[in-house]
């Protein structure tokens, strides 16, 4: 059985007229699942009979909401989706004064195995096809009861590791005839897997491109981050140098500060020489405590002479607002709890 979710618009269309039916019908259905319908019976304009021929061969996708938290702090609300396989994946939507911003996840477990995150622990289990990546947004949107404007792939998974349907996700949910998000309204994070950059300049897709970066040189990069054994820092820099240029797009980087690691004076100075050239935003992290990880956040004064000294250097940066801080609202949590992974 096909999920029609997973279909982008040109395939949906080749697929309805292969059912012997008029293209127009794709729009219709288009339409109909971009609104985040739960099955073929809702779609009111749609023939009986087609809705029948549609039963037959193919099915609407939906998500289970396992559990939802409010933050009685800030509004955030964090959702754990329970999958038909019986996997689970989180989502998360903040109020920013610009509008609703959702956080999703691109797989079920990640296997970047980045030392310091929840996601990694117990390993990939499988990618998400375009349409589960789409249902966070179908599904939390119709929950809030609000249009979400903004779109961060930073949940669970790695974006890059599961390329094509999240290409596929992109273009569905930037389509004129689906929720149309704009492309600028659209962050990618990736722990740096170079080549997936390089494809992703070339989609011309002008989405911002966010780097999980960490570390200002190969040797902390490589005791935190495994990936930077395969692509190095410098590599990794000049794939973010080609993407700016190809897409006219700023780059920013995301830098989860952990106490004695990457959190010195020398780490600030070697990170401001390292990506002076690129004139990216540095977004400043203090590490969220996971329960197996021994890392830890410094003190606020510490945190706050990372930032100093990386904007004495001429750096854009700015310590990242803790949002849901009361829901344990960072990704992998929550999920890592109920499915009892360790
Ligand atoms: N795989 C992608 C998407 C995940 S984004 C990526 O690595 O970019 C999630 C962000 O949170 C990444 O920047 C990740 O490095 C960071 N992160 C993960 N665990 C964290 C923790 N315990 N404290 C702070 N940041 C963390």
Not at 274 to 280: H, S
């Amino acid at each position: 059985m096909i999920d029609l979710k997973d279909f982008e618009y040109a395939e949906l269309e080749e697929f309805i007229v292969g059912l012997g039916e008029k293209k127009f019908r794709a729009a219709q259905i288009f339409k109909w699942l971009h609104e985040g319908v739960t099955s073929y019976d809702e779609m009111t304009d749609i023939s009986k009979s087609l809705r029948e021929k549609l039963k037959e061969v193919s099915y609407v996708s939906t998500l289970e909401t396992e559990c939802k938290l409010v933050s009685k702090i800030d509004g955030t609300v964090k959702y754990l989706f329970r999958l038909p396989d019986g996997n689970c994946i989180e989502s998360v939507v903040m109020r920013y004064h610009h509008g609703l911003t959702i956080c999703i996840s691109s797989q079920i477990g990640c296997r970047m195995g980045c030392r310091f995150c929840a996601s990694t622990i117990g390993g990939l289990y499988r990618s998400l096809t375009a349409g589960e990546i789409l249902n966070q947004v179908l599904f939390a949107q119709k929950d809030m009861g609000e249009r979400i404007s903004n779109i961060v792939l930073m949940g669970i998974g790695e974006p890059l590791d599961n390329y094509d349907n999240v290409v596929k996700f992109l273009h569905n949910v930037n389509h004129e005839k689906g929720i149309n998000i704009g492309l600028r309204h659209i962050t990618l994070s990736t722990c740096g897997v170079v080549p997936g950059i390089y494809r992703l300049a070339n989609e011309d897709m002008p989405i911002t491109l966010t780097i999980s970066l960490h570390a200002p040189n190969d040797e902390i990069r490589d005791s935190i981050m495994p990936i930077n054994h395969k692509y190095k820092t410098d590599e990794l820099l000049k794939a973010c140098k080609y993407y700016k240029e190809k897409t006219n797009r700023r780059i920013s980087f995301e830098y989860s500060l952990i106490s004695g690691v990457n959190d010195s004076f020398d780490n600030a100075q070697e990170l401001a020489d390292k990506i002076k050239d690129l004139q990216a935003h540095v977004n400043l992290i203090p590490v969220n405590k996971v329960e197996e990880r021994e890392f830890k956040k410094g003190t606020k004064a510490e945190i706050n002479s990372f930032l100093k000294h990386l904007t004495d250097c001429g750096v854009n940066a700015t310590i990242r607002r803790e949002l849901g801080s009361d829901i344990s609202a960072s990704c992998g949590q929550l999920r890592k709890k109920t499915m009892n992974i360790s």
